[in-house]
């Protein structure tokens, strides 16, 4: 099927918003049954650290 995928960046000006998309794509391509992927920029709802993980926050130094 297909995939779309509306996704927060950490900032406007974030390093890898040129990229991060499309290898997201490429990520979620390779799950069985998936033949399309699509990656959508939003700013709404914006990001803050309250959207990451414990482990993601734990592997970042954040608690």
């Given at each position: 099927?297909?995939?779309?995928?509306?996704?927060?960046?950490?900032?406007?000006?974030?390093?890898?918003?040129?990229?991060?998309?499309?290898?997201?794509?490429?990520?979620?391509?390779?799950?069985?049954?998936?033949?399309?992927?699509k990656?959508?920029?939003?700013?709404?709802?914006?990001?803050?650290?309250?959207?990451?993980?414990?482990?993601?926050?734990?592997?970042?130094?954040?608690?």
């Open positions: 099927g297909r995939v779309w995928v509306d996704m927060t960046l950490t900032a406007p000006a974030c390093p890898v918003a040129g990229t991060l998309p499309g290898e997201v794509e490429e990520r979620i391509k390779l799950t069985p049954g998936v033949l399309d992927a990656v959508h920029i939003v700013w709404d709802p914006p990001w803050d650290q309250s959207r990451m993980s414990e482990a993601a926050k734990l592997e970042l130094g954040l608690i």
